[in-house]
């Protein structure tokens, strides 16, 4: 039996299960959604092993050959977002068991987050244009009902704001799809850009890609489109918020724009050169509003802006080592992205507070959420030896060897007050002296403690992945399939056959 | 008179005591036959849910609830989606996602042909009918929620 479409088989299922089962019987809900992450993480794991070995996989779904029926596509690229949000996904299931206690409905949450899931697994998996935006829409109206589910004033508002620019992006999507549709006559995206490239370059093509950018734009957050983020991201519970900017943004922005971008469309130097400047503008942007910001998530949305224009920026300088660099920033700040959102859910399930001003010296009372925060914001902000120098440090190359001088320098500046608004962040909650009405609090429960430890091992260690040997097995296959282009379409008619 | 005074006029209640049933039908042979004509499972679903909806209307929510309860309706929307799971899971028996796996596919316009179609769009009508169905209680219960919060 092929393993590709279990990647939305379980997730769909046991959402499907828990809102049938999940209210009768207690206890179903955490251990079905940690199993089935669990069961995921572990076949995107044995994905990249089955590619080394049989390489790209299409998969004919009802036995339908493509270009007529829809197919699914396994190659570098989709395993290894897979591996990023699946291991992601497990580990902040493992997180919700203790906090989601606070809430009633637990089995609401396991639900929708196991549809969000399966919309996302979907995105990555499928090679087929119209079931792209099916997913897509799947996974942003359950992170729509995520984001409202305190029900509070402010959760229904950061809904509504995010609901209508989501459904904004998704209807400039749609009509790039459909506009695509009528030049090329067909759905499959490999066929897509087969024909496209036997047509030639087109005035449509371009307007089309204009759409996606606004789309997927919108979906990333990059900068001019990014208003939204900044409200939902925080609204949201803590393990939603690591969801979502830990992997949606990535999953329905970044890995869509780069997949239909470069792999279909073909890199085209406009496009190139409007994602440089973006990048750039979010990145700036981004750690310029981070500063002020008194909520700890709110800081933490904004940061997300900025590093999302770090892996913009890299996009659009398109080299080999800019497109590893900006996988390997992906993978990194899913990982550190999502620790320090799970840190700022244990700080409010401990003292019920995410004003930054009213917490201080929380290190003497949760040293373990402390230790782990500080190497995630030491990771991210891009100190050496943890993970995200690495990814850092490569984008900076890769600008320095395209001739961007001063892109690399911004870069490197941009570095410094991520530095400086993450130090803030420590400095205000976790160093300095305790106070009195903190004396009391206790350290999270262990399912919690397990999760935040296992992630900040990852930002450890993440820095191995570029070594020889381990970087031909994960990032290697990614940054191949992703620079191949338009040599996707060649790629996947080859293992059809 | 105080048995009958929620809902809508004696009119509209005859009306609807004669017209509903036949939506009700109309839509059940809109999914039957939604590998034949024009309709299908999500068509025929709405119309499921819509001859329940104007029962809601015509004689208030009592009596609509009592025929489907809000967790019923929950417990076919959910049905409906594992159905439509299951039905594209059991394919892998023949090796594929989604294969039709009757052997026999029946004669072509004939009621029971094309295989595993007319069973999909007996998932779908119970997803989106009670779905639909599930939304429009909600706001109806959302509604009068806040009207109880004003007076």
Same mark, same amino acid.
């Given at each position: 039996m092929n393993i590709i479409p279990l990647f939305v088989v379980i997730p769909l299922g046991s959402a499907f299960l828990i809102s049938l089962l999940g209210k009768r019987i207690k206890g179903l809900p955490?251990?079905?959604?940690?199993? @089935?992450?669990?069961? $995921?993480?572990?076949?995107?794991?044995?994905?990249?092993?089955?590619?080394?070995?049989? #390489?790209?996989?299409?998969?004919?779904?009802?036995?339908?050959?493509? +270009?007529?029926?829809?197919?699914?596509?396994?190659? @570098?690229?989709?395993?290894?977002?897979?591996? /990023?949000?699946?291991? /992601?996904?497990?580990?902040?299931?493992?997180?919700?068991?203790?906090?989601?206690?606070?809430?009633?409905?637990?089995?609401?949450?396991?639900?929708?987050?196991?549809? $969000?899931?399966? #919309?996302?697994? @979907?995105?990555?998996?499928?090679?087929?244009?119209?079931?792209?935006f099916v997913f897509l829409e799947i996974a942003a109206i359950a992170s729509y009902a995520l984001v409202a589910f305190g029900i509070e004033h402010e959760e229904l508002e950061a809904s509504f704001k995010y609901m209508v620019m989501g459904g904004v992006a998704s209807l400039f999507i749609l009509l790039g799809i459909a506009l695509l549709y009528s030049l090329t006559s067909t759905l499959n995206m490999a066929d897509m850009g087969r024909v496209l490239t036997a047509q030639g370059p087109s005035k449509l093509v371009l307007f089309v890609s204009v759409l996606f950018l606004v789309g997927f734009g919108l979906k990333a957050a990059i900068m001019p489109f990014h208003a939204w983020l900044p409200d939902a991201h925080p609204s949201a519970p803590a393990p939603i918020s690591a969801m979502l900017s830990g992997l949606l943004i990535k999953?329905?922005?970044?890995?869509?724009?780069?997949?239909?971008?470069?792999n279909v469309l073909g890199a085209q130097p406009a496009i190139l050169d409007i994602l440089l400047v973006l990048g750039t503008i979010s990145m700036v942007a981004g750690a310029l509003l981070a500063i002020g910001q008194e909520d700890i998530k709110r800081m933490l949305a904004y940061s997300s802006i900025s590093q999302i224009g770090y892996i913009v920026l890299a996009m659009g300088i398109w080299t080999p080592l800019a497109i590893l660099g900006a996988l390997f920033h992906l993978f990194n700040h899913a990982i550190f992205k999502s620790l320090l959102f799970l840190n700022s859910g244990a700080i409010e399930y401990s003292t019920g507070t995410r004003d930054l001003r009213e917490m201080g010296g929380l290190n003497a009372r949760m040293p373990l959420t402390g230790t782990t925060s500080l190497i995630g914001s030491m990771s991210i902000s891009g100190i050496p030896p943890l993970s995200g120098f690495?990814?850092?440090? *490569?984008? *900076?190359? %890769?600008?320095?060897?395209?001739?961007?001088?001063?892109?690399?320098?911004?870069?490197?500046?941009?570095?410094?007050?991520?530095?400086?608004?993450?130090?803030?962040?420590?400095r205000y909650a976790f160093f300095g002296n305790l106070q009195d009405k903190w004396k009391h609090i206790l350290?999270? +429960?262990?399912?919690?403690?397990?999760?935040?430890? !296992?992630? %900040?091992?990852?930002? !450890?260690? %993440?820095?191995?992945?570029?070594?020889?040997?381990?970087?031909?097995?994960?990032?290697?296959?990614?940054?191949?399939?992703?620079? %191949?282009?338009k040599d996707y379409a060649a790629t996947v008619f080859?293992?059809?056959? | $008179?105080?048995?009958?005074?929620?809902? &809508?006029?004696?009119?509209?209640?005859? *009306?609807?005591?004669?017209?509903?049933g036949l939506i009700l039908l109309y839509g059940i042979y809109i999914v039957l036959h939604g590998h034949l004509t024009p309709g299908g499972g999500f068509a025929g679903g709405v119309i499921i849910a819509l001859s329940f909806v104007h029962l809601m209307l015509a004689f208030g929510k009592e009596v609509a609830l009592k025929k489907v309860s809000r967790p019923i309706a929950?417990?076919?929307?959910? *049905?409906?989606?594992? &159905?439509?799971?299951?039905?594209?899971?059991?394919?892998?028996?023949?090796?594929?996602?989604?294969?039709?796996?009757?052997?026999?596919?029946? /004669? +072509?316009?004939?009621?029971?042909?094309a295989g595993i179609m007319p069973l999909c769009n007996i998932a779908i009508s119970f997803k989106v009918g009670a779905g639909l169905f599930a939304i429009f209680v909600a706001l109806v219960l959302l509604k009068i929620d806040s009207e109880d919060k004003e007076r």
């Amino acid at each position: 039996m092929n393993i590709i479409p279990l990647f939305v088989v379980i997730p769909l299922g046991s959402a499907f299960l828990i809102s049938l089962l999940g209210k009768r019987i207690k206890g179903l809900p955490d251990s079905l959604a940690n199993l @089935g992450t669990l069961l $995921m993480a572990g076949l995107s794991i044995y994905s990249i092993f089955l590619i080394k070995e049989v #390489g790209v996989q299409v998969y004919k779904v009802g036995g339908w050959t493509p +270009p007529i029926g829809i197919s699914m596509v396994l190659d @570098g690229l989709s395993s290894f977002m897979l591996v /990023t949000v699946n291991l /992601t996904a497990f580990l902040i299931t493992l997180f919700s068991i203790s906090y989601m206690k606070k809430y009633t409905a637990k089995w609401k949450f396991y639900t929708l987050f196991m549809l $969000m899931l399966g #919309g996302m697994n @979907g995105v990555i998996i499928t090679g087929d244009m119209f079931n792209l935006f099916v997913f897509l829409e799947i996974a942003a109206i359950a992170s729509y009902a995520l984001v409202a589910f305190g029900i509070e004033h402010e959760e229904l508002e950061a809904s509504f704001k995010y609901m209508v620019m989501g459904g904004v992006a998704s209807l400039f999507i749609l009509l790039g799809i459909a506009l695509l549709y009528s030049l090329t006559s067909t759905l499959n995206m490999a066929d897509m850009g087969r024909v496209l490239t036997a047509q030639g370059p087109s005035k449509l093509v371009l307007f089309v890609s204009v759409l996606f950018l606004v789309g997927f734009g919108l979906k990333a957050a990059i900068m001019p489109f990014h208003a939204w983020l900044p409200d939902a991201h925080p609204s949201a519970p803590a393990p939603i918020s690591a969801m979502l900017s830990g992997l949606l943004i990535k999953v329905l922005g970044i890995y869509a724009l780069m997949r239909i971008f470069f792999n279909v469309l073909g890199a085209q130097p406009a496009i190139l050169d409007i994602l440089l400047v973006l990048g750039t503008i979010s990145m700036v942007a981004g750690a310029l509003l981070a500063i002020g910001q008194e909520d700890i998530k709110r800081m933490l949305a904004y940061s997300s802006i900025s590093q999302i224009g770090y892996i913009v920026l890299a996009m659009g300088i398109w080299t080999p080592l800019a497109i590893l660099g900006a996988l390997f920033h992906l993978f990194n700040h899913a990982i550190f992205k999502s620790l320090l959102f799970l840190n700022s859910g244990a700080i409010e399930y401990s003292t019920g507070t995410r004003d930054l001003r009213e917490m201080g010296g929380l290190n003497a009372r949760m040293p373990l959420t402390g230790t782990t925060s500080l190497i995630g914001s030491m990771s991210i902000s891009g100190i050496p030896p943890l993970s995200g120098f690495w990814s850092k440090l *490569i984008i *900076i190359f %890769a600008a320095i060897q395209s001739g961007h001088f001063v892109l690399a320098l911004i870069a490197i500046l941009v570095s410094v007050i991520t530095l400086a608004y993450y130090l803030k962040l420590q400095r205000y909650a976790f160093f300095g002296n305790l106070q009195d009405k903190w004396k009391h609090i206790l350290e999270v +429960p262990f399912t919690m403690k397990l999760s935040m430890v !296992i992630l %900040a091992l990852i930002c !450890i260690m %993440a820095g191995a992945l570029l070594l020889p040997g381990v970087r031909e097995i994960f990032l290697k296959p990614a940054q191949d399939a992703l620079y %191949a282009g338009k040599d996707y379409a060649a790629t996947v008619f080859e293992s059809i056959r | $008179m105080t048995k009958n005074s929620k809902g &809508m006029t004696l009119i509209v209640k005859t *009306i609807t005591r004669l017209t509903v049933g036949l939506i009700l039908l109309y839509g059940i042979y809109i999914v039957l036959h939604g590998h034949l004509t024009p309709g299908g499972g999500f068509a025929g679903g709405v119309i499921i849910a819509l001859s329940f909806v104007h029962l809601m209307l015509a004689f208030g929510k009592e009596v609509a609830l009592k025929k489907v309860s809000r967790p019923i309706a929950s417990l076919f929307e959910s *049905i409906g989606a594992l &159905m439509f799971l299951s039905i594209a899971v059991i394919g892998f028996v023949g090796g594929y996602f989604f294969l039709n796996f009757f052997i026999n596919k029946g /004669t +072509p316009f004939k009621l029971f042909s094309a295989g595993i179609m007319p069973l999909c769009n007996i998932a779908i009508s119970f997803k989106v009918g009670a779905g639909l169905f599930a939304i429009f209680v909600a706001l109806v219960l959302l509604k009068i929620d806040s009207e109880d919060k004003e007076r």
